[in-house]
């Protein structure tokens, strides 16, 4: 494994015109420098409005930051991150294409034949359980089949870092934990990196190598890093009975507690 991290953030701040008062500038994040190491996962948790998600449209290019800087494997990040995949927290699937022709719709947009597009993306979705349902369009598969073809999309692509925006959030807890097993062991087969959103502290230790808490924003920032020293491969519903991760979530949650709170308050005042 390389001791070149997947992605480098050093200082890195991001600043935007207010919407309601245009000449007034907010900062989402502020002095960020965070590293996501080759073949690890990493997730990141914090309030509601932290900029938790800002973070990951800089790691993937679509967003530039006011300050400081990205590296992507040593070499600086300029423009979209060719080297990630990203899967939205929304719905990313296109409508008129089935299950078969969204997980295609990357590989073909990469300029591979159409043959051999077919016969990866039939693979994939073989592998997250729904090679019989290739041609079924995105409104005749439900929420967990969606998460999973856009799951199988992200991957075949073969991406070197793997971005995830809250993928499961929608999910009911017992398809939610199906898929958090899905993908950590679809992740342990080629151990890419990954940088994981998440506002769920359970989800965040049980998937995670390592977890970074922010602070509330504005200004957002990292206040804490736990080094996940759970053993693998891991179910996500049984670890949560281990003592030991027990002993984390209560470490994470006496750091993340006061910032929760911080930014519940800063809801409802904005809301008054």
Not at 59 to 87: D, K, Q, W
Not at 112 to 130: Q, S, T
Not at 132 to 152: C, E, I, N, V, W
């Amino acid at each position: 494994m390389s001791d070149t991290p997947a992605i480098l953030f050093d200082g890195v701040s991001c600043t935007f015109a207010d919407k309601d008062k245009p000449a007034q500038r907010y900062t989402a994040v502020r002095d960020v420098s965070l590293t996501v190491g080759a073949g690890e996962f990493v997730a990141v948790v914090g309030p509601t409005g932290c900029g938790k998600s800002t973070l990951l449209n800089v790691a993937a290019g679509l967003l530039e930051p006011s300050t400081g800087s990205v590296r992507v494997f040593g070499a600086p990040l300029a423009g979209i991150n060719r080297r990630a995949g990203y899967m939205f927290q929304a719905e990313s699937l296109m409508p008129w294409r089935t299950a078969l022709g969204n997980v295609m719709a990357g590989l073909e947009f990469r300029g591979m034949p159409a043959a051999v597009a077919r016969a990866l993306a039939e693979d994939w979705l073989r592998r997250v359980g729904l090679a019989a349902f290739g041609d079924r369009y995105p409104h005749q598969l439900s929420g967990g089949m969606r998460k999973r073809t856009s799951l199988a999309q992200t991957l075949a692509l073969d991406p070197d870092i793997i971005l995830m925006d809250e993928p499961f959030s929608a999910l009911d807890i017992q398809t939610r934990q199906l898929m958090e097993n899905e993908l950590l062991e679809l992740w342990q087969g080629k151990r890419k990196a990954v940088l994981f959103i998440t506002h769920d502290l359970d989800e965040a230790i049980a998937m995670s190598d390592r977890v970074v808490v922010l602070s509330a924003g504005p200004a957002s920032h990292p206040i804490g890093e736990f080094a996940v020293d759970l053993a693998r491969p891991r179910d996500v519903a049984e670890i949560k009975t281990e003592p030991r991760f027990v002993e984390l979530h209560a470490a994470i949650w006496a750091v993340l507690r006061e910032e929760v709170l911080a930014g519940y308050a800063q809801q409802l005042e904005q809301a008054s």
